[in-house]
């Protein structure tokens, strides 16, 4: 069976009296969890005493 674009069946769906096709209705977004409650759970108040840029810094070097 041939493929085509919607661009290739726009002037046949406009040509017609009956709609060829209807797009689908998007579907909803799921819950997205609570990254800072999860990281304040884990670690609470306490403040690392070096951050993972600075870690990443010392391994590569001088650049």
Same mark, same amino acid.
Do not use: C, H, N, W
């Given at each position: 069976?041939? =493929?085509?674009?919607?661009?290739?069946? *726009? /002037?046949? +769906?406009?040509?017609?009296?009956?709609? +060829?096709?209807?797009?689908?209705?998007?579907? /909803?977004?799921? =819950?997205? /969890?609570?990254?800072?409650?999860?990281?304040?759970?884990?670690?609470?108040? =306490?403040? &690392? /005493?070096?951050? @993972?840029?600075?870690?990443?810094?010392? &391994? *590569? @070097?001088? *650049?």
């Amino acid at each position: 069976m041939k =493929k085509s674009s919607i661009r290739e069946q *726009r /002037p046949s +769906v406009t040509a017609r009296e009956t709609a +060829v096709a209807t797009p689908a209705a998007a579907k /909803p977004m799921a =819950k997205r /969890p609570d990254f800072a409650a999860r990281l304040k759970e884990i670690y609470g108040d =306490k403040i &690392l /005493p070096t951050t @993972g840029a600075e870690i990443i810094s010392e &391994l *590569r @070097g001088e *650049r």
